[in-house]
Every structure is written in structure tokens, then in C-alpha cells.
């Protein structure tokens, strides 16, 4: 490959990991947890076993909220944990408007 060939690569082709997970913990500033789910089938049983693991990463807008589905990228540490950045919101929560409806200290309306 030449220089003018490295040139002409698309900049968005990055070489920085991506995982796609869902919100489960908006209580710190500028910092979400999220959980992505990995799949893989058992060493010795071949049956399909589904694991979670916990990645902090660093939402600058605080725009995303518990519930939803969004696409995380590495970056540099930023902090102890979190080596993570939000790189964009995927599917909104229905949970989130919910919550944002509800002030913090009320009794949340029984349904009839």
C-alpha cells in the first residue's frame, strides 16, 4: 500500500474497538454504565452461554438515559475505570421518559 493509497482511506475507518450495550446506570456526572451482552458457545458442552460485562464511559452531554441501547468507543483512560466513550444513542428507552417525568422525591402515580 502507498502513502497516497493510506491517504485516501475513509478517516472513519478507525481501529478503535466499538460494543453495543444498554444504559443501566446514569447516577454519576458525565459518566454512564452500560452492559453488553456477549454470547458464546460453552468450551466443552457447545450450548450457548450469555455473559454481561460492565463498561464506564464518558457521556460529555449527559444525554443518555437508563434503558437505552447505545454504541460505545474506546478511547484513552480518562479516569480509574472508565476507558469508554458514548459515540451515539441507538434506540431510546420508553423507560427514560418515564423517569424523566417523575421528579426526584415524588411517589410515582399508581396505574388503575
Do not use: C
Not at 458457545?41 to 447505545?70: C, M, N, W
Request: no cysteine.
Amino acid at each position: 500500500m502507498t502513502a497516497t493509497e493510506k491517504a485516501a482511506a475513509p478517516a472513519s475507518a478507525s481501529r478503535r474497538n466499538e460494543k453495543v450495550g444498554q444504559v443501566v446506570s446514569t447516577k454519576m456526572q458525565k459518566t454512564i454504565v452500560v452492559a453488553v451482552e456477549m454470547r458464546k458457545a460453552h468450551p466443552k458442552y457447545k450450548r450457548i452461554v450469555r455473559t454481561t460485562k460492565k463498561f464506564y464511559a464518558h457521556d460529555e452531554q449527559s444525554s443518555a438515559r437508563l434503558g437505552d441501547v447505545v454504541r460505545i468507543r474506546e478511547t484513552r483512560p480518562l479516569s480509574k475505570l472508565k476507558r469508554w466513550s458514548l459515540e451515539e444513542i441507538v434506540r431510546r428507552s420508553a423507560l427514560g421518559q418515564i423517569e424523566d417525568t417523575v421528579l426526584p422525591g415524588e411517589a410515582v402515580p399508581a396505574e388503575k
